[in-house]
């Protein structure tokens, strides 16, 4: 079965939901703005971008998983606009224009949502719903990811773009050595790409891509089996051990300090996509399981995740010996999230996942 494309599966569930909470739109006289034509194509045009990386059940899948999305998003809207957190009359809505806008595509837009719907009331009134769309095979969900140093700096040093020589001078010698290592594996995978190691790998990539060209070629089991056997450990490991002690030990300092932690928990917010924007998760178990739409504002996980993201909480990160996966605790007063995991990557970006 073909390599799947991260995040392709998604991609093509947030085209349909918005094609089909459009449809309904139209059908209802609702529909200001893209049109249902307009949704159709860009869909069209992500699954022949992604098709050869994504088996045709699978296609299917996040058909059906994008058609539930947008039935749910409208059925709500019109039945019961309170549970998609509107706090509009329901008796409002027939007499509004809505439009939809698909923002999903757009990974460095800093925000969370894959899908804007605005609101537009009778009397003029804008009302701007961002939504968080995801189509998994369970309950676990992504609360994206972002790579290692951009994360540590956002959180510890009040900004993402830290230059390597100030991010090593900052964390001291476990940052060094962060840098190090980051310099390392990347020089190591430009080698592999480079060696005939790579060419069984890039001939049968090319066969099924049509390009030498590798999608998140540093993220690659083969670059990273390259890397084990001449240095015999695996980077991610590394990078997991390093992203916990630093982590832990600048949270320690952070909270010895006394200082105002607000900016901490503003970035924090941001490492987990605003987790008080309405999420919703198609869970689609196989290609021909009944789709189930479970929502963030009914999620014990994600109530008890917003309680606790706020001044006043403490963290801890644990890492798993031998492994790229961490421990995450979080705690306010008498309320612990302890649904959180977060994954480290070979090339060090990290992945915070809720058990939802």
Same mark, same amino acid.
């Given at each position: ?12 569930a ?9 449809k309904?739109l ?6 200001s ?5 307009h949704? $159709? ?6 699954? %022949? ?8 059940e699978? &296609?299917?899948?996040? /058909?059906r998983?994008?058609?539930?999305l ?5 059925n709500?809207? !019109?039945?019961?606009?309170?549970a ?8 409002a809505?027939?007499k509004?224009?809505? $439009?939809?806008q ?8 800093? !925000? ?6 605005e ?7 804008s *009302?701007?719903?961002p +939504?968080?769309?995801k $189509?998994? @095979? ?15 700096? /956002? ?39 480079s060696?005939?190691?790579?060419? #069984?790998f ?5 066969q099924?891509?049509g390009?030498?060209?590798? =999608?998140?070629?540093?993220?690659? %089991?083969?670059v ?7 240095y ?5 490991? /590394? ?13 320690? +300092?952070? @909270? ?20 008080? &924007?309405l999420a ?9 399981s009944?789709?189930v !739409? ?6 014990k996980?994600y109530?008890?995740?917003?309680? +606790?993201?706020?001044?006043?909480l403490?963290? =801890? ?9 961490v421990?995450?605790? *979080? ?19 990290? #992945?915070? %996942?809720?058990?939802?």
């Amino acid at each position: 079965m073909p390599v799947q494309q991260k995040g392709a599966n998604g991609l093509i569930a947030e085209y349909v939901a918005c094609e089909r909470l459009t449809k309904l739109l139209e059908t209802s006289n609702l529909l200001s703005g893209p049109t249902t034509d307009h949704f $159709a194509e860009l869909r069209m045009a992500a699954e %022949k971008r992604v098709g050869n990386e994504l088996p045709g059940e699978l &296609i299917d899948r996040a /058909r059906r998983q994008g058609s539930a999305l947008g039935d749910y998003l409208f059925n709500n809207l !019109v039945e019961a606009p309170s549970a998609l957190g509107l706090s509009v009359d329901v008796g409002a809505i027939p007499k509004s224009r809505v $439009a939809v806008q698909h923002v999903g595509h757009n990974t460095n837009s800093g !925000v969370p949502e894959d899908i804007l719907i605005e609101i537009v009331l009778e009397d003029g009134t804008s *009302i701007q719903l961002p +939504v968080s769309s995801k $189509a998994y @095979k369970g309950g676990t969900v992504s609360l994206g990811s972002k790579s290692s140093t951009a994360a540590l700096g /956002r959180l510890f040093v009040g900004h993402e773009r830290i230059k390597k020589k100030d991010f090593a001078i900052h964390f001291g010698a476990l940052g060094e050595e962060m840098v190090r290592v980051l310099g390392l594996f990347r020089k190591t995978a430009d080698e592999f790409y480079s060696s005939d190691a790579s060419r #069984q790998f890039l001939d049968e990539y090319e066969q099924r891509k049509g390009t030498r060209k590798v =999608n998140n070629p540093l993220r690659r %089991k083969e670059v990273g089996d390259y890397f084990f056997d001449k240095y015999g450990f695996y980077s991610e490991h /590394r990078f997991a051990d390093l992203f916990c002690e630093i982590f832990n030990s600048s949270f320690l +300092v952070m @909270k010895k300090s006394g200082k105002d932690d607000l900016l901490f928990v503003k970035q924090l917010r941001f490492l987990f996509a605003n987790p008080e &924007i309405l999420a919703l998760n198609a869970v689609a178990e196989t290609s021909t399981s009944e789709v189930v !739409v479970h929502s963030s504002l009914e999620n014990k996980a994600y109530k008890d995740l917003n309680f +606790v993201l706020h001044p006043g909480l403490n963290m =801890n990160l644990m890492r798993k010996a031998g492994s790229s996966i961490v421990g995450v605790e *979080i705690n306010r007063e008498t309320t612990s999230c302890s649904a959180l995991s977060l994954a480290v990557w070979k090339d060090a970006t990290i #992945q915070f %996942k809720l058990h939802a």
